[in-house]
């Protein structure tokens, strides 16, 4: 069965800091793996997918096949970060959400 | 087009009761999704269409629950005979045929009492 588990339900962290959240998944095949992000008071909306291989924001996030793993990190973390961070897992047009990592980025 | 419009955004109902929520995706995308999502949670599949047709129901989607996409359009969620258990954000997104990225509305929270 697919799974996504984000094990940390939140993560603070002061301004300038380093910032990793933490997405493990199980999936017999290739993955196609997601971040979307929720801000307060607005929808959940995409902010990167493995596939493209981009950096949004200043986030970006490695698939690790050996460790199943597709962790969100940003060197530098801002207050306007601060959200509900959600990975998410494809398969076959259905998607699979992780329970969700709270993000509070500290002034 | 401001995105992917779900209404009503909240609904309250006595256990036992029948309630609908619609959701109207972007106009030019033709899957629409529906998921539920409890506290503490992420989004759960619950099913998704492709123009009219329901492709696929996830096992979570009791008999209580229906959907429908008649013409291709707008989607309608039903839940009947409601119970506690079914206080939750219900929310519909949308996304192109071959497109994986998913727009959300903003959902439709329900509370059963």
């Known amino acids: 069965a697919q799974r996504v588990t984000q094990p940390e339900k939140l993560l603070s962290v002061f301004k300038g800091a380093p910032v990793e959240l933490k997405c493990n998944y199980s999936?017999?095949?290739?993955?196609?793996l997601f971040w979307y992000v929720q801000y307060s008071r607005q929808r959940l909306q995409l902010l990167l997918r493995h596939i493209s291989r981009e950096s949004i924001k200043g986030f970006t996030a490695d698939l690790n096949k050996g460790e199943t793993s597709f962790h969100l990190k940003k060197p530098f973390a801002q207050e306007e970060d601060s959200a509900m961070y959600y990975c998410a897992l494809e398969d076959f047009n259905k998607f699979y959400f992780g329970s969700g990592t709270k993000l509070n980025v500290k002034p | 087009d401001t995105g992917v419009s779900q209404n009503p955004r909240h609904k309250i109902t006595k256990r036992g009761q029948n309630v609908t929520f619609r959701c109207d995706p972007i106009s030019e995308h033709n899957r629409l999704y529906w998921y539920r999502q409890t506290l503490g949670q992420g989004p759960e599949f619950l099913t998704y269409f492709q123009n009219e047709a329901q492709l696929e129901k996830s096992r979570l989607l009791s008999d209580r629950f229906s959907a429908e996409r008649p013409k291709g359009s707008f989607s309608t969620l039903e839940i009947q005979r409601t119970e506690q258990g079914d206080s939750a954000m219900y929310l519909c997104?949308?996304?192109?045929?071959?497109?994986?990225?998913?727009?959300f509305g903003a959902g439709t929270r329900l509370s059963v009492l």
């Open positions: 997104a949308s996304s192109f045929e071959g497109g994986n990225i998913q727009y």
């Open positions: 999936y017999s095949g290739s993955p196609e």
